[in-house]
């Protein structure tokens, strides 16, 4: 039976899934394209076929990962939401996909562990510049919100969003070091509450 493109996506998903596994297991450097084969059960060639070698497939699982969230916010957007309540529906979405997608949960923690080698850092400048454009867009989100009244007047904009942001990457981290004790999913939106509460106007 011929193979159709989406068997063909199919096929290359499920092997970007089980290589996140194997990454998470054995780290950048020390994983073979030949335990990813092993562990998904197929060729190394079927592999080469798909990605062509290990730092092209890791390259589109990091993808994968940064076109969800910008599909994700991009969702949101179109919501056509107040600043803030924009900016909390993305959090609070974050969170859910965090507990919700293994996939991109564990990915985020390979990028967190994996050293930077030659043939990786231009994913790292990638991530780099998306922090920063997330950044600029948060503290403009801020700035709307502030000259609408919605937060406090003295709120320094870029120093709020440099804490947002840190918080934000703390409660994930935080929340995988206590063994993931509490749902992200059910108090998704209180955290997301709780990240502004600070600086609302009353």
């Known amino acids: 039976m011929r193979r159709t493109k989406a068997d063909a996506e199919q096929t290359r998903m499920q092997l970007m899934k089980m ?6 297991d054995k780290g950048y450097v020390r994983t073979r394209l030949d335990d990813i084969a092993k562990a998904a059960g197929v060729t190394r060639g079927a592999i080469y076929h798909h990605f062509g070698n290990k730092a092209k497939l890791f390259k589109a ?9 910008d599909r994700m916010i991009s969702d949101v957007m179109n919501e056509a939401l107040a600043p803030i309540e924009g900016i909390k529906k993305v959090l609070a979405t974050l969170l859910i996909r965090v507990e919700k997608d293994e996939f991109f949960r564990e990915f985020q923690e390979i990028m967190e562990k994996t050293k930077l080698i030659d043939e990786l850092q231009p994913l790292q400048r990638e991530s780099r510049t998306k922090n920063s454009e997330s950044f600029k867009m948060l503290a403009q989100a801020i700035e709307e919100a502030k000259e609408e009244g919605l937060v406090r007047s003295d709120v320094d904009s870029q120093l709020f969003t440099f804490t947002l942001m840190g918080s ?3 409660i994930l981290r935080f929340w995988r070091e206590t063994e993931e004790t509490i749902s992200l999913e059910k108090n998704a939106n209180t955290i997301a509450e709780y990240l502004f509460s600070g600086i609302m106007d009353k």
């Open 19 to 24: 290589a996140v596994k194997v990454f998470k």
């Open 61 to 69: 699982i990091h993808d994968e990962n940064h076109d969800m969230v």
């Open 168 to 170: 934000f990457i703390g």
